[in-house]
């Protein structure tokens, strides 16, 4: 008796996934998606604007609207609406930066994951000849930083709203969000807290960028949090930050911002959350394994953080899936 094969449906999904991926970020590499995003256009127009071949781009255009990244229009080409959302530079909403730093970084440094596996270290040496993790090699150029922090913003508009209404936060008065990039997360939270006063703390470099993003209750403070004196506040938060450090740094800092809580403070973290047995979801093991290729750090389930944040003295945690790309928990002093 014989019996079916399995589906190779799954391999082959598999196999064709940096295809795709792929050919966005070249899109977007070339400015087709800013060319479009004003006026549609033919392929023999857009060959005669950016000096491109006219088979080989037609290839690809044909592929972004099967895709569903780009419209047909009439013979010829438009962006679908996601794509002006969330690939054109001037949306609020864009994550242009996040997909150049994709392209530019994140895809050479996972094509030496085996050896990441192998040797249990990042891979900016190997891939890059520079030392050192993601923040004290890569943003060497205002450019680099500028691509790296529009794309964190462009993820943060999605998922920081969701994060402060996961808890209720409305009794607190003063919340200082240590290394917040552009601000997205206390600006979300004043948003939603109308009595909330709100502050970034960010390196120097960092707050030159963060100004382009300003609130009218967010003040703006320049420091780094593992050396600096931390600005008083009665909450604290940390997006996307423990994952990139050791335990050992995570501690140190975790217990900086205990001792600079008021009692009835609280410490709210922003993060992926793996399951209690760390087999899923997806996105939470991808992003652990991106984690291996460009930090010191990893992504933790709830049960982790919990470990880690009693030991620094909270009294209390709490974790909450918001269904944006970063889950909330919350420890209370």
Partial sequence: MTTSAPSPNPILELLDAFRRSKVMF????????????????????????????????????????????????DGAYTNASATNEYLVRSSPRSMNGYVRYSNDILFRLWANLEDAVREGTHRW??????????????????????????????????????????????????????????????????????KLQGILFELPRVISFAMEYPHPRVKLHAGDFFTDPLPPADLYSLGRILH??????????????????PAGGALLIA??????????????????????????????????????LLTAGFSSVEGRRTGSP???ILAVK
């Avoid at 990139?244 to 809580?261: G, H, P, R, S, V």
């Avoid at 997806?282 to 470990?307: D, F, H, I, W």
């Fill in 244 to 261: 990139d450090w050791t335990e050992e740094k995570i501690y140190f800092l975790l217990m900086k911002i205990y001792a600079a809580l």
């Fill in 125 to 194: 040496p190997q891939t890059f000849n520079l030392e050192g993790p993601i923040f004290s090699s890569f943003f060497k150029t205002d450019e680099a930083m500028r691509t790296f922090l529009g794309g964190m913003h462009g993820f943060g508009m999605m998922s920081s709203p969701r994060v402060v209404e996961a808890f209720d936060l409305s009794h607190h008065e003063t919340l200082c969000d240590l290394g917040g990039a552009t601000g997205h997360l206390v600006a979300a939270a004043c948003d939603r807290y109308p």
């Fill in 271 to 308: 993060e992926k959350l793996l399951h209690d047995d760390k087999q899923g979801p997806l996105p939470a093991n991808l992003q652990s394994v991106n984690m291996l290729l460009c930090t010191e750090g990893q992504e933790r389930s709830l049960p982790e953080y919990r470990k880690i």
């Fill in 326 to 328: 970063v889950d909330a």
């Fill in 26 to 73: 070249a899109a977007e590499a070339l400015g087709i998606f800013e060319r479009l995003a004003h006026q549609s256009a033919t392929a023999e127009t857009l060959v005669a604007e950016m000096q491109l071949h006219p088979g080989a781009l037609t290839r690809l255009l044909d592929t972004l609207v099967a895709m569903n990244l780009l419209d047909p229009a």
